[in-house]
């Protein structure tokens, strides 16, 4: 017997007809004795749909009420895949993130889960029951429900499997697992048959929208198996798991492009201790997380600081930083939403030199300006102009050859496409013992 | 300082233009220093759409993940009228059932409310916050929400006006107040400036849809004073409150038809001691409430029994009767849906004769049969078939001559309409002091 965690994102869940194939797959999943805990997140577009609603009343609407609106979502379709799994003859339950035992912290709209008492869902698989659990939401101390952000289900999941010692959290999804780059913009992006924590981390928080950051962080706490894959067909995905030894001989793994990045530049600020320190502190208390941060000297005595955060934070980032410019005496404020970062991540750049290089030569040969750079011992981003982003992506994705499939495997190359139509997924299952490169592609490299 | 509780259905609160209009009327009643606490309904079509999805993956949902389903409805709504308010300037916070301290027995759809402990709701308003609490809804011993059934936040509002010790409760909805009779029928039909707790809870048991009966019975047992009043237009509209002498002298106060109905008939049950207590026994334990009973002998040793119960509960219904019948030995069973029960009702029935005979014999005049009867103190109802239900709400109204207007009012009547085109609120404004019929309208009846 084993105790698998599901989790269903909302493209999954989006009507009864797909609510009807996520209940068959959890019921084949039970089997005979299987144990199956699944999460959802709210069906379709529902989110979206609840946020414009809100904003048709206030455009800056309360947290609190912001997440007592959304958390509907996520109730309602844990409610009808309940529902769907009982029209299946599966003995079901659904709960709420309050009941499934989730306490948050008192954050709202990026709320953290402080704890979990999973005795109440113990109870019910005990008792032979699928037990189905509304994803993104906990409560918190003052008994409000609280949202754990974008992708939170995923954060759910993993907690839950975490709290629940179960064998594995699988992640089902419209895709089959993590490829080298975003399909709809590469079409000879590999499916990896495995990734690492660390890389997985940096490729979410590069903008990749397969995990959310904070889930994969649990996953790597608390050692979860985690597998991505897909809810359509039943097929192995894309295991995350710690780093093993030869999983470095791969030197790119993927490469991540995030649109939803804006620049805040601060000019001619006076070039005096602490200055920093006082934005970002602000910033911080706000919970606007500041991704890239530059600063150059200007003029004597004054410097520029540019940074970037989420799009979504960034009326909060203005607000914040008007004031706070007038009375630290800066020359301007300046916001660009136009830009975007794109993203190389691999274990193997810890070992291997030149990739930096590689990368830089690669976009400039295709006239892609670098406007930004970051740097950690997996990963090189760069900021550049949105409309760059996709070239970008492709550019890099053929000069790291991702496309090369593993010895043994019939390979899924073709030359290099030069639109962004080829849709998700059609990446060839043949490829899925890929994600090491052969011998003479690693030659080629660094 | 008055506290008022206020209740908004779901067509009040329909969409982002219906929740700013109702924010500027609750601003308006708080003004300089009135209390407010708002229960809502969901938005416009949002619980039908919800049943409708429910049923689309399971045709019999289980009751309690149908709760869950459908009181995200409510929780929703109210978190959108608390931006709306917020958006005004006006200081709010809005509750679930469960926040708002609302307790429920275990009954799932039709949840009764055990107790409320109104202490953090007094804190917010203490505050100087607008509470808008998402009514339908409470939680119950299992920590489960469970739904009061339809119209259930009217209940919700009256009870929470009793724990409170609110000034009024006010129900503002898409009518002017009670009429006497729809006005979508009855072009004629009033609107009565008051009416008793007695007379309102006939009407609501029979099918007028403007208050829930058990929203009627918790005011009376608590003697919350009761306004049903437009939610477009600030005026006054019908007060529900004890009954005092002189309402005595309205014979019919209103007339309502209720097409819910469906009726079940056992044939040629053995006519022996219990036979009828076992099987309404069953019925009451399947929480299913059954209106009109009818028992007839039909050939030595056996008899008909024949019960109506709302047309939401015949699959339950037949599924409890078809074993039982055989096993009572009945000789057939037979469900009608194509029924519809037509009441007048009036406290002045208790001191005059003939109503009864007077109904009859202007249904007969008009080809209406009559299929079953039922009466008490002040209320006579009758099953007829449900295509001359309309007819028969008209050529009542018409025969106690509803339309006559109090002296000192100006008339507003009109020759007898053939069709119910008629929109509702159609009923002249001018007839505001109606209620009391004129001496010479007296003397024509009975």
Redesign the interface.
């Known amino acids: 017997m084993a105790l698998f965690v599901h989790k269903y994102g909302g493209s999954s869940v989006a009507d ?1 007809e797909c ?2 194939r996520v ?1 068959a797959r959890i019921k084949a999943t039970c089997g005979d004795s299987n144990q199956v805990v699944a999460v959802v997140s709210a069906m379709g577009d529902t989110t979206d749909d ?1 946020i414009a ?2 904003r ?4 800056e ?2 947290e ?3 997440d ?2 959304l ?3 996520e ?2 379709s ?3 895949l ?3 799994l ?2 299946l003859g599966v003995d079901a ?2 709960m ?1 993130g309050r ?1 499934a035992g989730i306490r948050v912290d008192n954050t709202h709209l990026k709320a953290k889960i402080e704890t979990i008492d999973p005795s109440r869902i113990q109870r019910h698989l005990k008792q032979g029951k699928v037990v189905v659990v509304a994803g993104f939401q906990g409560m918190n101390a003052a ?2 429900v609280a949202t754990l952000g974008r992708g939170g289900s995923d954060t759910t999941a993993v907690a839950l499997a975490a709290a629940l010692h179960a064998d594995r959290c699988q992640i089902l999804k419209d895709v089959e697992g993590i490829y080298t780059a975003n399909p709809r913009v590469v079409p000879q992006a590999r499916k990896l048959d495995e990734i690492t924590y660390d890389e997985m981390l940096e490729l979410a928080a590069c903008g990749a929208e397969v995990l959310q950051s904070r889930a994969v962080e649990f996953a790597k706490k608390y050692n979860v198996v985690l597998e991505v894959m897909s809810s359509f067909e039943v097929k192995p995905g894309t295991v995350v798991r710690q780093e093993v030894a030869d999983m470095e001989n791969v030197i790119i793994r993927g490469i991540a492009a995030d649109k939803n990045q804006a620049k805040a530049t601060m000019r001619a600020l006076p070039d005096t201790p602490g200055v920093a320190a006082t934005i970002f502190k602000q910033l911080a208390q706000a919970n606007i997380n500041v991704d890239m941060i530059v600063q150059n000297v200007s003029e004597e005595g004054y410097t520029d600081l540019s940074f970037t955060v989420p799009t979504d934070d960034l009326v909060k980032t203005r607000r914040l930083l008007e004031p706070l410019g007038k009375s630290l005496k800066a020359g301007g404020l300046h916001f660009d939403q136009d830009i975007a970062k794109v993203s190389i991540v691999g274990v193997g750049m810890k070992s291997h030199s030149g990739v930096a290089y590689q990368m830089f030569d690669a976009l400039a040969a295709n006239g892609v300006n670098i406007d930004m750079i970051s740097t950690s011992e997996i990963k090189i981003s760069v900021i550049i102009r949105a409309k760059d982003a996709d070239k970008a992506v492709r550019v890099l994705h053929d000069a790291f050859k991702l496309y090369i499939v593993p010895e043994g495997s019939k390979p899924n190359v073709r030359p290099m496409a030069k639109t962004a139509q080829a849709a998700q997924g059609k990446a060839s299952p043949k490829a899925r013992k890929a994600g090491k490169p052969t011998k003479g592609a690693k030659a080629k490299k660094a």
Chains 1, 2 share one sequence.
């Open positions: 009864a609510m009807r209940a609840l609603l809100a048709s009343v206030n455009p609407p309360d609190r009420e912001m007592s609106l958390a509907t979502g109730m309602a844990s409610a009808v309940t529902m769907a009982q029209a339950i659904s709420t009941q008994s409000d």
